[in-house]
């Protein structure tokens, strides 16, 4: 499951093409029902071949049969149908987008959970040794003086030691975070 999810914003070409499949959907709605309303077609009668044909007054012209439904509905069924798999390869293609940005966004928080979980064990490791340099500098600091001039020399050398140490482990610490820091800077993704 992912930990962020944003909201998709609607897709342009999604809006256009279901804005056409509704008025295409209406156009062939009110074709059919426009023909359920039309008289049955009447049956065509043949007059006998004995009689002559009707005379016909010079400014009419027969009916016309009415026309096929069928016929008329044809491309705009199939004009629907392309419009229909165009949005449904337009919806499929967001999903898939979707899909990739959470898997990515998994990716980046589990990656950079375990480099804060790496980093926050190298920040305990030396803080104890730290510690430990402390508790060596107290006790130096504690041990009874011996002979004034050499146990001076030896505290001093001691503390220049751990001193020395000290300073060695922060300077390791810092290009630790700043590696991690490069790191971290490289891993995000371009957009």
């Known amino acids: 499951m992912p930990l962020f999810r944003r ?10 093409l279901t804005g056409q499949l509704a008025a295409l959907r209406a156009r062939l709605d009110a074709i059919e ?10 049956p065509m009668v043949t007059p006998p071949a004995t009689a002559p044909p009707a005379p ?4 009419t012209t027969p009916p016309l049969p009415p026309p096929s439904v069928d016929a008329l509905t044809a491309p705009l069924r199939q004009a629907l149908d392309e419009l229909s798999a165009r949005f449904d390869a337009a919806e499929q293609e967001r999903v898939a987008d ?9 990716e980046l928080s589990t990656t950079l959970t375990d480099q804060l979980h790496e980093l926050s064990g190298g920040l305990q490791t030396q803080e104890e040794r730290l510690a430990a340099f402390r508790a060596e500098l107290e ?30 482990h922060e300077i390791a610490f810092h290009q630790e975070l700043a ?3 490069d790191r971290l ?6 957009r």
Request: charged share 30%.
């Open 56 to 59: 016909t007054s010079p400014g």
């Open 33 to 42: 029902e426009a023909a359920t309303r039309l008289p049955p077609p009447r």
């Open 139 to 168: 006790a130096l600091a504690a041990e009874p003086p011996g002979d004034g001039a050499t146990d001076l020399d030896e505290l001093r050398a001691g503390q220049a030691r751990i001193a020395n140490e000290v300073a060695r």
């Open 7 to 16: 909201r998709s914003e609607p897709d342009s070409q999604v809006a256009e």
């Open 98 to 106: 979707r899909d990739r940005v959470d898997t990515r966004l998994t």
């Open 185 to 190: 800077g490289r891993q995000r993704p371009t």
């Open 179 to 181: 590696a991690l820091a």
